[in-house]
């Protein structure tokens, strides 16, 4: 698949931490493109992969944490293959990644010029400290803050002015990518969705892909062109945002769905309630991941793992329900093995 | 069970916890230099002048932004904390004025659940003892019926078969099932009003709907009466009968929760009611969202505390404070213009 508004391509990633327990493997096999200038939502409950897998797009996995193998298919490069020092370049030059707590993220001690100004002169060592801080100044008064607040140190900031800080470390290289695991989350609503309208303003106006890692399924419907959603691992489901919050396939999708609850008052009172819990990854089921709390799970669900399936429209679900495998045609419950 | 659960006088019977004009100032850490010069001790004004009433059998709310006091509110009014100002009567019985003795016996009749069951477990602790515990404490009966009594509650919170469960160590349990465990030990010394502090906040998507549904089951089996304190308007909706809204220590409005959500009277609940994502992606919010953050409370802004950010905010609304008054019925606002939403 030939296509020049790709971005990155992830393929077939696999990351494995080795635990005490055993090896955990919080990525599995998990392939996905994102495209320039779009805002990709990966949501998924806690312990599903989808920190892990922001991570990884940036090789930033450490020990006990291991990407096993995969490709991740950048700037007609695959970032596996080259070195930590030309790693080290793409990383918040091309892509960089902003986390959920901005005070853990910045220096306490260093004002917010000083954190910009290096962030430039790291990547190029041309610019003179005059030149950086009026660079500095004009993107964060481009984000919203007073250009004399780049004096301040972090703690002289709010929350959402932080997080505007670390959008901009991450634009100040003009990175093509911008991750953001969590990052509106220990925010208050109102700075949430003042934020989420600014990351839509700064794509349109940069041009930047975001990848958006979150676990609030109301907040990505609001600022994500399309979503992939992830359960145990692995993504169950990817495609147009419209298209499935329409036309959900996936059976964990359609439940999701049906849990998030709204404050309209007159969409019907009861939220779904879905059985049991995500699975500990150490001993996750066998086959399909989500068959023990799936309503239309049939008896190759626990068995076999389903592939990938195109329904067209760029929507993709990993489900057996639409593909055909040996127990489909007979209404018998016996399976071959 | 209601009949022991009913110790005091029926006065006023259908309100079980009542807060009147009720402050909590934290001091700030003074610094040598202001000790030299005797400058003012500053107070971080946590909870300035609430009053609200708690009803038998309902579920009340308290939202607002992070550092808007909900919390402490809950707080003071299970004793955990000393009022600065003010009182709170709980079944009649003044609880800011207890001695810790009848505070001690009070607890029994007022339980919490937190938010983070990790952190509210005794990691060492088998959840069975864990939930025994508060019947030990306050001496409910024998080993035997303490054991029973125990195994009953690990049923009616889904934790089944009890004998499975109550020697498990809560790492051993997933997230879901150790909120559980947290709502049997609030429930299981019977009590008349449980303070829920954002009990479904650290839970998934996906098992938030099984423990509100839980929590409102319990309610109805034991005849409960919640406190609810949340950040999150949309799961508010789906368990509280009435709701306040809090900002920076102060009501700005209270009211039946369905009429608080179709007519907000109050800028800030407006704000706050449209900042919450829809999660349709084809319906985008289209109301402004007022300026700024929430203000530091050391120094919260004169008059109405919200006017620095309000959009119809007008020159009295920095000088006056708005009186929290009842503009309809049972819904109260503080608001000097909040006759123009109706």
Not at chain 1, 76 to 82: A, C, T, V, Y
Request: charged share 25%.
């Amino acid at each position: 698949m030939v296509d020049n508004d790709i971005l990155y391509t992830i393929q077939d990633l696999v990351v494995e931490y080795t635990t005490r327990t055993g090896v955990v493997r919080a990525v599995d096999e998990v392939s996905f493109t994102i495209k320039q200038g779009e805002i990709l939502g990966l949501v998924g409950e806690s312990g599903c992969g989808k920190s892990t897998l922001g991570k990884a797009i940036m090789r930033m996995i450490n020990e006990p944490g291991q990407i096993v193998s995969g490709k991740l298919l950048f700037d007609n490069k695959d970032l596996m293959e080259i070195s930590n020092e030309e790693m080290r370049k793409i990383r918040g030059n091309q892509v960089s990644m902003i986390f959920q707590d901005p005070m853990t993220s910045l220096n306490p001690v260093q004002r917010i010029v000083e954190h910009l100004v290096e962030t430039i002169q790291t990547h190029d060592f041309s610019i003179d400290n005059k030149m950086g801080r009026s660079m500095a100044g004009k993107l964060i008064s481009r984000l919203g803050i007073r250009t004399e607040r780049i004096d301040d140190y972090p703690h002289q900031l709010s929350g959402g002015m932080r997080q505007r800080v670390m959008i901009g470390l991450g634009l100040v290289l003009n990175a093509d990518l911008i991750i953001a695991d969590e990052a509106t989350t220990s925010l208050d609503v109102i700075v949430e969705a003042k934020l989420v309208d600014q990351l839509k303003e700064i794509r349109d106006e940069f041009g930047v892909s975001i990848l958006t890692i979150t676990h609030n399924i109301a907040l990505v419907a609001q600022i994500a062109d399309r979503l992939a959603v992830m359960y145990a691992g692995r993504i169950v489901e990817l495609g147009s945002i419209y298209e499935i919050f329409e036309n959900p396939k996936h059976p964990y999708t359609q439940g999701l769905l049906k849990c998030v609850p709204t404050i309209s008052l007159d969409v019907k009172e009861q939220l779904y309630k879905m059985p049991g819990e995500p699975p500990d990854l150490t001993n996750p089921p066998t086959g399909c991941r989500f068959h023990p709390r799936c309503p239309e799970a049939m008896p190759i669900c626990s068995q076999q793992r389903p592939e990938l399936e195109d329904l067209g429209g760029e929507h993709y679900v990993h489900c057996w329900l639409y593909q055909d495998h040996p127990d489909k045609s007979s209404s018998t419950n016996e399976v071959t093995l | 069970m209601t009949e022991q659960k009913r110790r005091t006088t029926e006065s006023n019977s259908n309100v079980l916890v009542e807060v009147q004009n009720l402050k909590k100032y934290f001091p700030v850490q003074t610094s040598l230099l202001d000790a030299l010069l005797s400058r003012e001790a500053k107070n971080v004004k946590a909870v300035d002048d609430v009053s609200f009433k708690i009803h038998s059998g309902e579920v009340f709310g308290l939202a607002g932004e992070s550092g808007s006091g909900k919390t402490t509110i809950g707080r003071l009014i299970l004793g955990l904390l000393e009022a600065t100002e003010g009182k709170v009567f709980f079944d009649g019985m003044d609880v800011t004025s207890a001695s810790p003795a009848e505070v001690r016996g009070l607890r029994r009749f007022m339980q919490v659940i937190f938010q983070d069951p990790m952190a509210s477990l005794n990691p060492r602790m088998t959840i069975g003892n864990a939930i025994a515990h508060g019947l030990k404490i306050h001496k409910l009966g024998s080993p035997k019926e303490i054991r029973n009594q125990t195994n009953r509650m690990l049923e009616k919170v889904g934790l089944s078969p009890p004998a499975f469960f109550y020697d498990k160590y809560p790492h051993q349990i997933s997230g879901g099932q150790r909120q559980r465990v947290v709502i049997a030990r609030a429930l299981v010394t019977n009590p008349m009003l449980v303070l829920a502090d954002e009990p479904i906040a650290m839970a998934d998507v996906s098992v938030r709907v099984l423990l509100l549904d839980l929590m409102r089951k319990l309610k109805n089996e034991l005849e409960l009466t919640y406190l609810f304190i949340t950040h999150d308007l949309a799961t508010a909706k789906y368990i509280c009968d009435r709701i306040g809204i809090l900002y920076l220590g102060k009501l700005a409005e209270m009211g039946n929760l369905r009429e608080v959500y179709a007519h907000p009277l109050h800028p800030y609940t407006q704000a706050l009611l449209a900042a919450v994502p829809i999660p349709d992606p084809k319906m985008k919010r289209t109301k402004e969202m007022p300026a700024g953050e929430i203000p530091n409370p050391i120094n919260p802004p004169s008059g109405c505390r919200f006017h620095p950010r309000c959009p119809i905010a007008q020159e009295v609304c920095s000088k006056e404070e708005p009186e929290f008054r009842e503009l309809m019925p049972e819904h109260f606002v503080a608001c000097h213009f909040a006759e123009n939403f109706l």
